[in-house]
């Protein structure tokens, strides 16, 4: 027997296999930023104001030594959503903590022949430099500062998602909806990116730092470099763990940054495959499309393009396209209510995953990834 830990949430969970049943274990194995390379890229930042954007360990762990290190900040921006953290870390560097009102904006220009609505702010507080983690998401495919800003903003991400809807879940290596957000970004005067890439169980590994496009271009050599995993043949067989943490304190968030690498870029097309997803879900579904979607307000195959847009209404719509296929069984705190709605079957605990791939007696193999958020597939 073998036994495998996965990242559940802010713990690990562990099961066993047989090893006639096992295929193997694969994971990415970056190596952790080390110190002195995260004192070198903080040293280079020159803006007096933190647009913070995720809370993140990885981040807070890139804020913290920019803030030790850099006595030229004088600001720390938030969403709402970040406010206690925010107004935490403000409080013991001794710095300002201001609210970014994404409801005040003004329009920065127009790009595609769209307004870039804007929150009025950054017009008003110059020098600013966007601190955020990143991850896989079905839109953007890699995510970026930019994407990460612009999502603040209904009309901006509705923007976005018109212009992908049609090839979603996205490659990794970028999308109509990236190049896009990329350009809005580019809008604000003098705006730097940080972005942060991190791992559960390791911490961080890389931060890349600039203006947007070129910031984000580091990123995405990194992830691809230093996150692929080869993969001799597709399986039919697959427990995946989710990342853990923020990757997957919500319904949305577990398919968004695990599922879709998954599925695409692991399972054999067309064979009925059988997916076990480690996903703890402990904040609920996490968007109002999936909301809307078990209390019956959205249909299974409504067509996007007469749709009103919605929170994660590209993660539903990712799914849809990519779930007919295969049996998904899950291990969640989400009731079995909404599991059952989108036809996942629960298991009880971890230690039940091989066997809800696998017949009694079967010498069937199973593959196991332990953290599909932080793996890149090529196909």
Sequence with gaps: MTEIWVPYGPVEVSFDIKQENLSQVLDSQPQKMVQDDLERRVDEITEENVLLLSGTTGTQKFLESLLTRNKTIKKILYPKSLGALARRKAMESSVDQVLLN????????????????????????????????????????????????????????????????????????????????????????????????????????????????PAHSKSLEYWIGNLRVELPNKVERIIFGCGGNENDKTLTDS?????????????????????????????????????????????????????????????????QKTRQDFELNVLTTLPKFYASKFDMRTIAGARGAPSSLLQLGSRAKILVIPDASTCYFPT
Excluded at 113 to 139: A, K
Excluded at 278 to 299: H, I, M, N, P, Y
Aim: hydrophobic share 40%; charged share 20%.
């Design 102 to 213: 994404f409801e005040s904006v003004s329009d920065f220009g127009s790009i595609d022949n769209l307004g870039s609505p804007l929150p009025s702010q950054l017009r008003e507080i110059p020098r600013v430099v966007v601190l955020t983690s990143i991850h896989y998401d079905p839109l953007f495919g890699l995510s970026s500062a930019a994407s990460d800003l612009i999502s603040h903003l209904p009309k901006l991400r509705e923007n976005a998602f018109r212009l992908s809807a049609d090839s979603m879940p996205c490659s990794i290596t970028g999308s109509e909806a990236s190049a896009y957000s990329q350009r809005v970004a580019g809008l604000v005067p003098g705006l730097k990116v940080v972005e942060i890439v991190e791992k559960a169980g390791l911490g961080l590994l890389a931060a890349s730092y600039g203006e947007p496009e």
């Design 255 to 319: 398919l968004s940054r695990a599922f879709f690498s998954v599925v695409t870029g692991v399972a054999i097309p067309d064979s009925d495959s059988k997916f076990c997803m480690l996903a703890e879900c402990s904040r609920g579904l996490g968007s109002d499309a999936f909301l809307q979607f078990v209390t019956g307000k959205l249909g299974p195959w409504a067509r996007f393009d007469s749709l009103t847009y919605v929170e994660g209404l590209e993660v539903f719509i990712s799914f």
